[in-house]
């Protein structure tokens, strides 16, 4: 869908969307790694933090086992580092990550910036076997890196100039997906 007005925010998920939406994601990740052996999940700030670690439950129940979750801050490792405005968060990861498959996960694929960014964040932290996509929403047509998610949880086609917003219980006070402008 394509959105061409600017009006008041068009809700694209809601808290169920969402829920339902991870749970999905959760089963494609144990489907195609063949468990969560071996599988670390790093949430990129501030959003990707929290998808991050709401995934990892998932999968940790269904696999009945416990999943490591770091916390990626890439606000060094941006290309436009100069005018970033906020402070720079302090990454954490639970594990060494070579040798492990790391599932890197993001609220918003848009224009790929921010995971070129978090890829080059990640080789402080070892040399992982192998690293996957996860993001909750692909924005469709912007890319300026060729830099493709493993797993979408939904896709919007947009204007450069919309605002897509996720919106997530820990952060905001509600889940929900909304586009703007």
């Not at 998932?58 to 490591?68: E, K």
């Not at 290309?79 to 993001?106: C, E, F, I």
């Amino acid at each position: 869908m394509t959105f061409t007005t600017a009006h008041a925010p068009v809700q694209l998920a809601n808290a169920a969307d969402i829920e339902r939406t991870l749970q999905r994601l959760a089963h494609q990740v144990l489907e195609v790694n063949r468990g969560a052996e071996n599988l670390v999940v790093v949430g990129i700030v501030t959003r990707g933090k929290f998808l991050a670690q709401r995934i990892a439950k998932l999968i940790s129940d269904m696999a009945q086992t416990s999943v490591p979750v770091g916390v990626l801050d890439i606000t060094l490792y941006r290309d436009d580092a100069a005018t970033a405005v906020r402070p720079a968060a302090q990454s954490q990861m639970p594990v060494d990550l070579t040798g492990k498959t790391v599932l890197l996960v993001d609220d918003v694929l848009f224009r790929a910036r921010t995971i070129r960014a978090a890829l080059d964040a990640l080789s402080d932290y070892g040399r992982p076997q192998g690293v996957q996509l996860l993001v909750l929403l692909e924005r469709e047509g912007h890319r300026e890196l060729p830099i493709r998610p493993d797993y979408v949880g939904m896709s919007a086609k947009s204007l450069p100039e919309q605002r897509v917003r996720v919106r997530l219980q820990e952060v905001d006070g509600l889940d929900a997906v909304q586009i703007e402008g």
